[in-house]
C-alpha cells in the first residue's frame, strides 16, 4: 500500500535558460550602449556622428583616392579622393630624409635587426636575456657605425643627411636606452641619505621639469658648445639627444621614484635583515617591485618621448613632420599636407599602440596577483 509520501515526491525544477534579451549580441548592447535613457541618446547621437563622418572619410581615402601614378597630374582625374600619389613618389625620402639611395640598405638593416631583437624578448627562450643585453650595450654601438659609416668600408654620411623616420628612432630609442638607467640613478639620489647627492639631483630634476622640452633643445643646440673646450664641437644630432635624454631621465626619475615610495617598508627591513648592503638590496630587492608598480608610466614616458621628436625641426633636423612639410612646399605638390599628415599620424599610431600593447604583455607576465 503507497502512503502519502510516496504519492508527493519533490522533483525540481531544471535550470531556465535566462531571458532572450538579457544574452548574446542583444544583452551586450542592453547593457553597454542601452542601459538608460541617458546612454541611449548618447549612443544614437554617436552612431549619427560616425554616419556623417566614417562614409566621407573612407570615399575620401579609398574610394576616391588616386594610387597610380609619379606626379600630380595623376591625381586631377578624382580631385574629391586623397592623393596617395604623393606619400608613393615620397616614400623613400619619408624614411630616410635626405640619406645616399645606395646606403639606405644600412638604416633597413639596422631596424629590422633591432625590431627582430626586440620581438625576440617577447618569448620565453634561453637567449632573451643574452638579447636584453645585446640591445642595451652592443647595438646601439653597432647601429652608429652602421648608419654614420666611415669604418669598415663603409661610405661615410653626414648626420645632416639623416632625415625622416630614421631620424625620429634613432632619437627616440637612444632617448628612451639612455634616460632610462640616468632615470633610476637620480631617482636613488633623490632619496638619498647624502645631503649634496639629494640636492644635486633635486636641482637637477626640479630645473629640467621646469622647462618645456624646446628649450631643453635650445640649450643643447646653443649653449652646450660653449661649455665645451676650444676646437670641440658636436654636430646637431647628438646635441639633440643629449637634450631629449637629460629631459626624458627627469621624468623617468619621478616615475622611478613613485614606485619606489610604493614598495612596501617590510622589504626595506627584510632586505637589510638579510645583511644586504645598499645597492645589492636596491638591485635584488627594491628595484625589480618598483619598476613593475610603475610599467604604465614607464612606457607611458616612452610613448611621449617618440611623439615630442617631432620638436627636433627647431634644431634643423629633418624629422617625419618637417621632411612632409617640406615636401608639400613642393611647387607639384602644393596643398597636399592632408596626405602627408594623415600618413604620419597612422605611422605615429603603429608605433604608440605597438608599445603600449608591449606593456601590457610585460604586465600580464610580471602579475603576481594569481587572479583568475
Known amino acids: 500500500m503507497s502512503t502519502d509520501t510516496d504519492a508527493y515526491v519533490f522533483t525540481p525544477t531544471p535550470p531556465q535558460p535566462p531571458p532572450a534579451n538579457t544574452v548574446g549580441v542583444v544583452g551586450w548592447l542592453r547593457g553597454n550602449l542601452f542601459n538608460g535613457w541617458f546612454n541611449s541618446l548618447l549612443t544614437i547621437a554617436a552612431i549619427y556622428l ?3 563622418t566614417i562614409p566621407p572619410l573612407i570615399n575620401w581615402a579609398f574610394l576616391s583616392a588616386t594610387f597610380s601614378g609619379t606626379d600630380r597630374t595623376a591625381c586631377e582625374a578624382s580631385p574629391d579622393g586623397a592623393c596617395w600619389t604623393f606619400i608613393k613618389v615620397r616614400f623613400n625620402q619619408i624614411l630616410f630624409g635626405f640619406y645616399p639611395d645606395g646606403e639606405q ?7 629590422v635587426v633591432g625590431l627582430g631583437a626586440l620581438v625576440s624578448t617577447v618569448f620565453r627562450t634561453p637567449a632573451r636575456r643574452w638579447t636584453v643585453l645585446f640591445l642595451l650595450t652592443l647595438y646601439p654601438v653597432a647601429a652608429f657605425f652602421l648608419l654614420a659609416g666611415g669604418y669598415f668600408g663603409l661610405t ?7 632625415g625622416g623616420l630614421t631620424v625620429t628612432l634613432v632619437v627616440s630609442v637612444t632617448g628612451i636606452v639612455a634616460s632610462f638607467p640616468i632615470g633610476i640613478v637620480l631617482a636613488l639620489g633623490r632619496r638619498s641619505n647624502m645631503p649634496i647627492v639629494r640636492s644635486a639631483c633635486v636641482v637637477f630634476i626640479e630645473l629640467v621639469r621646469g622647462v618645456p622640452l624646446i628649450s631643453v633643445l635650445f640649450m643643447a643646440s ?4 660653449l661649455f665645451l673646450p676650444e676646437g670641440m664641437n658636436f654636430n646637431k644630432l647628438l ?31 627584510g632586505a637589510a635583515a638579510l645583511g644586504l648592503g645598499y645597492w645589492r638590496m636596491m638591485i635584488l630587492i627594491i628595484l625589480p617591485q618598483a619598476l613593475k608598480l610603475v610599467i604604465p608610466s614607464i612606457v607611458n614616458s616612452f610613448i611621449s618621448l617618440f611623439k615630442d621628436t617631432t620638436l627636433v625641426y627647431i634644431v634643423g633636423l629633418f ?9 608639400t612646399k613642393d611647387a607639384n605638390w602644393i596643398g597636399l599636407e592632408k596626405e602627408g ?27 603576481t596577483s594569481h587572479r583568475k
Open 105 to 111: 640598405w644600412r638604416p633597413i638593416v639596422t631596424f
Open 156 to 162: 661615410e654620411v653626414e648626420t645632416a643627411k639623416w
Open 50 to 52: 560616425l554616419y556623417l
Open 319 to 327: 624629422d617625419v613632420l618637417e621632411i612632409i612639410r617640406v615636401s
Open 222 to 225: 646653443v649653449m652646450l658648445p
Open 239 to 269: 646635441r639633440a639627444l643629449v637634450g631629449v635624454t637629460l629631459f626624458t631621465a627627469a621624468y623617468m626619475a619621478e616615475v622611478v621614484r613613485g614606485g619606489l615610495q610604493a614598495v612596501p617598508k617590510g622589504q626595506y627591513e
Open 341 to 367: 599628415y594623415v600618413f604620419a599620424a597612422l605611422m605615429f599610431w603603429v608605433f604608440c599602440f605597438a608599445m603600449s600593447r608591449v606593456s601590457l604583455r610585460i604586465e600580464k607576465r610580471l602579475d
